[in-house]
């Protein structure tokens, strides 16, 4: 199975952006189906965005309001989010997770992944 790690959160000023990154190991990372989730405390993890293996067709989540941006370069095994004009409510663990099959644009819930990484932390200053 593939592991999974990320990378890339930070403090940020509102209205600043960060990129984050999902680097897999482990397994056939084309044939994964990828996620990110992010969970803030006392909150259930809700979705971000997904991205299909291959041709990296892309589907998001309502928070994305259209200021994020999932990408993936399968041959370095990683997945991308870039996260622009960041506000508070964005303050969050990130975390990305994967599966193998289906139609990526069917899977919004964390159960639905199979394998997770530890996450990686977002702080947005106002």
């Known amino acids: 199975q593939v592991q999974l790690g990320e990378s890339g959160g930070g403090l940020v000023q509102t209205g600043g952006s960060l990129t984050l990154s999902c680097v897999a190991s482990?397994?056939?990372?084309?044939?994964?189906?990828i996620g990110w989730f992010r969970q803030a405390p006392g909150k259930p993890r809700e979705f971000v965005a997904a991205i299909s293996q291959t041709v990296g067709n892309t589907y998001y989540g309502d928070i994305s309001k259209g200021r994020f941006t999932i990408s993936r370069d399968n041959a370095k095994a990683t997945v991308f989010l870039q996260m622009d004009s960041l506000e508070p409510e964005d303050t969050a663990i990130y975390y990305c997770?994967?599966?193998?099959?289906?139609?990526?644009?069917?899977?919004?819930?964390?159960?639905?992944?199979?394998?997770w990484g530890q996450g990686t932390q977002v702080t947005v200053s106002s």
């Open positions: 997770g994967a599966r193998i099959g289906g139609y990526y644009y069917r899977y919004l819930w964390p159960h639905e992944y199979d394998n």
């Open positions: 482990g397994g056939d990372f084309s044939a994964y189906i």
